[in-house]
């Protein structure tokens, strides 16, 4: 509802550039179709109006937090985790799978990194809240299950029948990074 360009148009032109900076929608559309436009076209987080000051502070302290993270590791050591079939590259928020390069937002990279830090093992999806994020939330699961929707859809070359990033029902999500 901006003049001349929308916020998801925003975004996109953000991630089209390969820019790793962190997005917060602010915005009034709420609905689900909404929300799902929003994460696909990249951004990170998503705050619907009328909103508490205190929540946007707060979210804005966890995506500069994490966004200083992973600058600083990647400053520090430049270092390429690689698992089974599953590469990635911190500096460049890409993964490689079977020699395709995959570029990922900031918050699909974090959730990849997250479930590789647990492979072969159920993440439950308060401690990808907490990991990802920097908080739990029921209302946030569903922004949760919109970024993990997009990673498979990265990752897998048929995300109906994954063959990593799989649902553990009642708990959260498993990352199988040699495939089934």
Known sequence: ???KMNGFDVCEKIR??????PVLMLTAKGTIDDKTIGFNCGADDYLVKPFDIQEVLLRIRVL???NQKL?????????ILEMGEIEILPESLECIILNKK????????????????HFNT????ATLLEEVWGYDSNEDVRMLRVHVGGL???IETDSKNPKYLHTVTNVGYKLTPFGE
């Open 122 to 125: 159920p993440v439950t999806l």
């Open 102 to 117: 995959i570029k990922l937002t900031p918050t699909e990279f974090e959730i990849l990194y997250c479930l590789m830090q």
């Open 16 to 21: 089209q550039a390969q820019l790793a900076v």
């Open 1 to 3: 509802m901006m003049p």
């Open 152 to 154: 498979r859809n990265k």
């Open 64 to 66: 500069l937090k994490r």
């Open 71 to 79: 600058t600083a590791h990647v400053t520090q050591t430049g270092e």
